[in-house]
T-cell receptor, first 115, second 114 residues
Framework: DAGVIQSPRHEVTEMGQEVTLRCKPISGHDYLFWYRQTMMRGLELLIYFNNNVPIDDSGMPEDRFSAKMPNASFSTLKIQPSEPRDSAVYFC?????????????FGEGSWLTVV | AQSVAQPEDQVNVAEGNPLTVKCTYSVSGNPYLFWYVQYPNRGLQFLLKYITGDNLVKGSYGFEAEFNKSQTSFHLKKPSALVSDSALYFCAVRDETGGFKTIFGAGTRLFVKA
């Protein structure tokens, strides 16, 4: 299995620009998660989906952030407009269906720098 | 709401010695507990988990963890550390009644000296 695939791996953008991060979960997984990792705040859960439906978005920091999952094999996390404090590593992860004890598997991350 | 604490920012151990990375948790219902490892510039890799059953869980790369319900702890252990074990370790908790929301600790950096 190819695992969770994220793109881009690295992005440098200017403040005010729109940023779109993309994720392809593991085939057959019906839970998808977006996490953000920073030195100051550690690993934060932003949002997670089940069967393409957002279940909990309480971690989304503000309206500049939005996430979609149009189908079972694709999700996006968008930041518009971006700010320097959004600089972080954004991880997408997925998990299998049914049993809530299932393991979450992470992608390699998208390293975002906003200048 | 669930929470997890890793009280040590860094753990230093000599190669060949046993290692312990500590984790305590708080949940409303029964916990599902996980350990992950992160190497530089990489994503998190799953090591092991506790769902139910035997309190001692064995995982990848010789790691194990002991679930202690009375102390609400889930410490990660390895009998003999390797230099290659040096990495960032995360404990995570999920409440069985809280769906799939999984909260991670702040991480503990393990440094194994040759």
């Amino acid at each position: 299995d190819a695992g969770v695939i994220q793109s881009p791996r690295h992005e440098v953008t200017e403040m005010g620009q729109e940023v779109t991060l993309r994720c392809k979960p593991i085939s057959g997984h019906d839970y998808l998660f977006w996490y953000r990792q920073t030195m100051m705040r550690g690993l934060e859960l932003l949002i997670y989906f089940n069967n393409n439906v957002p279940i909990d978005d309480s971690g989304m920091p503000e309206d500049r952030f939005s996430a979609k999952m149009p189908n079972a094999s694709f999700s996006t996390l968008k930041i518009q407009p971006s700010e320097p404090r959004d600089s972080a590593v954004y991880f997408c992860a997925s998990s299998g269906q049914g049993f809530s004890g299932n393991t979450i598997y992470f992608g390699e991350g998208s390293w975002l720098t906003v200048v | 709401a669930q929470s997890v604490a890793q009280p040590e920012d860094q753990v230093n151990v000599a190669e060949g010695n046993p290692l312990t990375v500590k984790c305590t948790y708080s949940v409303s219902g029964n916990p599902y507990l996980f350990w992950y490892v992160q190497y530089p510039n990489r994503g998190l890799q799953f090591l092991l988990k506790y769902i139910t059953g035997d309190n001692l869980v064995k995982g990848s790369y010789g790691f194990e963890a002991e679930f202690n319900k009375s102390q609400t702890s889930f410490h990660l252990k390895k009998p003999s550390a390797l230099v290659s074990d040096s990495a960032l370790y995360f404990c995570a908790v999920r409440d069985e009644t809280g769906g799939f929301k999984t909260i991670f600790g702040a991480g503990t950096r393990l440094f194994v000296k040759a």
